[in-house]
C-alpha cells in the first residue's frame, strides 16, 4: 500500500491542484490511501472530504505585513497557532506514516511538508503560478522534489533545485466538446462568441467595462455572441448597468448573462475570445483548449503573480494582457473590435496559447512521485 499525505489550502488554487494529483497517483496505484491536511476553517475544510479523501485539520495562518489594529490581533493568532504547527504536523505525519508527502502551496502546507522533511520522508511541492508563493521559496530548498507549472518561476527560486516543469493539471472533461458543438448547445450560431468573467466573486472594473462592450457590438449589430459572468460584486448592479444602457439582454440569443455560470466547461468550448482574469487554472485551461484571450491580472493577490502568469502568454503572443490600472471600455473595445474584424490574428493568438500547453502534465507529476517513491 502507497500511502500520500497532501497539503496545501487557503484557496482553490492550491486545492484543486492537490486533488487532481490524488486523482494521478489513483489511476497508477490503486491501493493508494490518501491523508489531507489542511486548516479547519478553510475551503478545503469542505471540498477534500466532499471529494472522498480524509481530512486532518491544523491551525495555521499567515502573517500580515501592514500594521493596523485588527492585523495586530490577526498577527498574534498566527505567532500562536505557528507555536503549535509543528508539534501537530508531527502528530499527524507519526500517525499516518506517510510514503510521501506532497504540498501545492499555502501557508498550511509549510509545516507538514518541512516537518516531513526533517523526519527524512520523501517530498515534494507543486507551484501553480510563474511567480512562487512564499512558502514554496521556503520549502523549495528542503524538499526532494519541485514541480513547476512554467519555467519562469525559477528566475524567482533558489539556484540549484532539483525541479520539473509538469504544467498544471487541468479539470478532468475540460476537453471533452468541441468549439461546434458547445456554441449549438448553448443556442448560438458559429459567428464569434466572447466568454468573460471576474472570478466566483466578479470584479468590478471588469463589470463595467464589460457593459460598455456589450452595448457596443448589441448596438452596432455585430454578429457576435456573449457569455457574461459578473459575480457576486456585479448582483446589484451588472443588470441594471445594462438597462440603463438600453441592452435587452433577457430577449437577445445572443446574450447570456448570469451571475454564476455552472456550465463553465461548455461556455469556455464554445468561446472563440476569452476576457478574464489571469490565475495558474484559468491561464492552463486556455492553453489546453487554445482559446485567444484579453487577460486583466488581479492586483490585489499575493506577489502579485497573476500578473506574471499572464506575461507567459502575453510575451510568447499568446494573449493580449491589459493591466487593471489601464483598463477603460474604450480600450476593451478597441481591442475586441480588431480582432473581430482580424480573424487571421484571433487564430494566431489562439493557437499561440494551445501551443505552450503541456499534454502529457499527469505523467510528468506521476513521474516525480515514482522516482521518490522508490
Not at 23 to 43: C, V
Not at 191 to 212: H, K, P, Q
Request: proline share 4%; with cysteine; net charge positive.
Amino acid at each position: 500500500m502507497l500511502r500520500v499525505l497532501l497539503a496545501g489550502g487557503g484557496t482553490a488554487g492550491h486545492i484543486n491542484p492537490a486533488l487532481a494529483i490524488a486523482s494521478i497517483i489513483k489511476q497508477h496505484r490503486s491501493d493508494a490511501e490518501f491523508l489531507y491536511a489542511g486548516t479547519p476553517n478553510g475551503m478545503e475544510s469542505k471540498l477534500v472530504p466532499k471529494a472522498g479523501y480524509n481530512f486532518a485539520p491544523i491551525k495555521v495562518s499567515g502573517f500580515q505585513r501592514k500594521l493596523t489594529l485588527k492585523n495586530i490581533a490577526r498577527n498574534a493568532k498566527a505567532a500562536a497557532y505557528l507555536a503549535t504547527a509543528g508539534h501537530r504536523a508531527r502528530q499527524i505525519i507519526s500517525e499516518f506514516k506517510p510514503d510521501i508527502v506532497i504540498g501545492t502551496g499555502g501557508y498550511v502546507s509549510g509545516p507538514i511538508v518541512m516537518q516531513a522533511a526533517r523526519m527524512g520522508i520523501p517530498t515534494a511541492i507543486h507551484e501553480q503560478n510563474a511567480f512562487p508563493g512564499i512558502t514554496t521559496k521556503l520549502l523549495s530548498k528542503r524538499v526532494d522534489h519541485v514541480m513547476l507549472t512554467v519555467e519562469e518561476a525559477t528566475e524567482y527560486l533558489p539556484k540549484g533545485i532539483t525541479y520539473t516543469v509538469t504544467g498544471l493539471p487541468v479539470r478532468q472533461g475540460f476537453m471533452s466538446k468541441n468549439k461546434a458543438d458547445a456554441k449549438k448547445e448553448l443556442g448560438f450560431d458559429n459567428n464569434m462568441c466572447i466568454l468573460s468573467w471576474g472570478g466566483s466573486l466578479g470584479a468590478g472594473r471588469i463589470n463595467e467595462t464589460v457593459a460598455d462592450l456589450i452595448a457596443w457590438h448589441t448596438q452596432k449589430g455585430l454578429n457576435i455572441n456573449h457569455i457574461h459572468s459578473y459575480g457576486g460584486m456585479g448582483k446589484d448592479t451588472f443588470e441594471k448597468d445594462l438597462a440603463e444602457k438600453d441592452v435587452d439582454f433577457k430577449n437577445n440569443p445572443r446574450l447570456i448573462v448570469k451571475e454564476y455560470i455552472h456550465n463553465m466547461d461548455t461556455c469556455t468550448a464554445a468561446a472563440d475570445l476569452i476576457i478574464c482574469r489571469a490565475g495558474a487554472s484559468a491561464i492552463s485551461e486556455l492553453e489546453a483548449l487554445g482559446r485567444a484571450s484579453i487577460l486583466v491580472p488581479s492586483p490585489i493577490v499575493a506577489g502579485n503573480h497573476q500578473y506574471h502568469n499572464a506575461m507567459v502568454l502575453g510575451k510568447a503572443g499568446a494573449a493580449i494582457v491589459i493591466e487593471q490600472k489601464d483598463l477603460t471600455s474604450e480600450l476593451l473595445i478597441s481591442r475586441v473590435e480588431e480582432l473581430f474584424n482580424n480573424r487571421a490574428k484571433l487564430d494566431s493568438i489562439a493557437c499561440k496559447a494551445g501551443s505552450m500547453f503541456v499534454k502529457d502534465t499527469p505523467d510528468r507529476i506521476y513521474s516525480v512521485i515514482e522516482g521518490l517513491i522508490k
